[in-house]
């Protein structure tokens, strides 16, 4: 049997729990002394689902502190279930966590839970990411007055929009440890738009108002400085708030169509 036969094989044996596959495997495996091939597969796969629930108690800490550790090991199990580690970087793991959230019936009482988890998720890329560059002003300066129009403004490479109906930039703030202040968040303060994105070592959670978060989607969706314009002339006005982005580090590059 060659390689990837066996590797398929064996993943069928650990993660569908087949039988027939688990019996085959057994055939190419020497298990340990004093343990049948079986025992020593179920040996691995509680490893396995060890270490990946560990894995997701590290990037979704506040949602596990939100429906307490032993629930969130159910969940995690359940999840994993359906979702087995692919990737051979543990930091890939756990991205559909919160779609999952979204449709696993214990937890319908907490609405706002999946997108917790995303911004959990988010904040989890934006930490292990790229770093993020600063605009090159001297650059930007040398594009002819006549192209101006062209300019397609980018955002961090390495960054998140965020919206939700939910508050839960103030119910992620109050679950971390170092927080202090009022613990008591009230669904009714609304929903929240955040822009997430690090500057150097600094991560950074931003919350713009209306105006500034339809202008950051404008530049989201890389269109020219034009098209902006003319899309917005009615709500923002682009030229004032371009160097405002500019000084925050909400614009880190830019390039001519």
């Known amino acids: 049997m060659d390689v990837i036969a066996l590797q398929n094989l064996f993943y069928r044996a650990v993660w569908e729990k087949d039988s027939a596959s688990s ?3 057994s055939k190419h495996i020497k298990a340990a002394q004093d343990l049948t091939p079986a025992e020593g597969i179920a040996i691995y796969r509680n490893n396995v689902v060890g270490n990946l629930t560990t894995t997701l108690k590290s990037i979704y800490p506040v949602c596990c502190q939100l ?3 032993k629930f969130f090991q159910a969940t995690a199990v359940k999840f994993i279930s359906q979702y087995p580690c692919i990737s051979p970087d543990l930091g890939d793991y756990g991205e559909q966590l919160p779609d999952f959230l979204a449709d696993f019936e214990p937890v319908a009482n907490l609405p706002y839970l999946p997108d917790v988890a995303r911004l959990e998720w988010f904040w989890h890329r934006v930490f292990i990411g ?3 560059t600063s605009l090159d002003v001297q650059k930007l300066a040398a594009v002819p007055q ?3 129009g062209e ?3 980018h955002l961090p490479k390495n960054s998140f929009m965020l919206e939700s109906a939910y508050p839960i930039h103030r119910i992620w703030q109050v679950n971390q440890a170092d927080y202090q202040g009022e613990l008591t968040v009230s669904l009714d303060e609304g929903g929240s738009n955040i822009f ?3 500057q150097d ?3 950074r959670l931003d919350l713009p108002g209306t105006l500034e978060w339809e202008l950051l989607k404008a530049f989201q969706g890389n269109y020219p400085l034009e098209a902006i314009c003319e899309q917005l002339a009615d709500e923002v006005d682009v030229g004032s708030w371009l160097p405002v982005f500019v000084q925050r580090g909400w614009i880190s590059d830019f390039s001519v169509s």
């Open 23 to 25: 019996e085959e495997l």
């Open 67 to 69: 429906v307490g550790e």
């Open 130 to 132: 790229e770093d993020t």
């Open 146 to 148: 006549e192209r101006w």
């Open 151 to 153: 300019l397609i403004f």
């Open 196 to 198: 997430l994105w690090r």
């Open 201 to 203: 070592y600094d991560m």
